[in-house]
T-cell receptor
Framework: NAGVTQTPKFQVLKTGQSMTLQCAQD?????MSWYRQDPGMGLRLIHY???????DQGEVPNGYNVSRSTTEDFPLRLLSAAPSQTSVYFC???????????FGQGTRLTVV | AQSVTQPDIHITVSEGASLELRCNYS??????LFWYVQSPGQGLQLLLK??????LVQGIKGFEAEFKRSQSSFNLRKPSVHWSDAAEYFC????????????FGDGTTLTVKP
């Protein structure tokens, strides 16, 4: 099993560009989430999904879109990148609410 | 709403010394509690978790944590720290009423002195 795979690992964007961060898991987990990690602010939930076709907002959803067309994939889209979105992004999946989360290795995004 | 507080941003201990990292949570019912560790440049790895039952839980790498309902705490402990334990540690709370939404603390960075 590969676990949770995130691509790319590093990305530099110009302000206003769009891009998609990819996340895939091969553990047949129902729940998937996107977090951003900023110094001194821990992990903040951006969006999450409890199954294919179902998504919901976390605490910092503005500027990000998600979709969940399959159980395996949960891409995060930045429609118009801003410097405030410079961060490390983590995707996580879990089997159900009471189970541990498995994290990807992260995507380090810089918006200039 | 659920929340997690890790009061210590940074802790330094000597190798071989004992360690306690504090975690306080806020939630109306019995939560699911987790401790994760993050090494530099890596994702988060689960150390241990508590759902119910025995309030002292054992995890990997010699870590343990104790759930104290009266204090709303879930502190992480290790009797003797190794240099390889230097990392950032996150406490997290989840609940069945908030499907998929775990809340993480801001993290505690552990430095180990030789």
């Amino acid at each position: 099993n590969a676990g949770v795979t995130q691509t790319p690992k590093f990305q530099v964007l110009k302000t206003g560009q769009s891009m998609t961060l990819q996340c895939a898991q091969d553990m047949n987990h129902e729940y998937m989430s996107w977090y951003r990690q900023d110094p001194g602010m821990g992990l903040r939930l951006i969006h999450y999904s409890v199954g294919a076709g179902i998504t919901d907002q976390g605490e910092v959803p503005n500027g990000y879109n998600v979709s969940r067309s399959t159980t395996e994939d949960f891409p995060l889209r930045l429609l118009s990148a801003a410097p405030s979105q410079t961060s490390v992004y983590f995707c996580a999946s879990r089997l159900r609410d009471s189970s541990e989360a498995f994290f990807g290795q992260g995507t380090r995004l810089t918006v200039v | 709403a659920q929340s997690v507080t890790q009061p210590d941003i940074h802790i330094t201990v000597s190798e071989g010394a004992s360690l306690e990292l504090r975690c306080n949570y806020s939630y109306g019912a019995t939560p699911y509690l987790f401790w994760y560790v993050q090494s530099p440049g890596q994702g988060l790895q689960l150390l241990l978790k508590y759902f119910s039952g025995d309030t002292l839980v054992q995890g990997i790498k010699g870590f343990e944590a104790e759930f104290k309902r009266s204090q709303s705490s879930f502190n992480l402990r290790k009797p003797s720290v190794h240099w390889s334990d230097a990392a950032e540690y996150f406490c997290a709370v989840g609940a069945h009423t908030n499907a998929g939404k775990s809340t993480f603390g801001d993290g505690t960075t552990l430095t180990v002195k030789p």
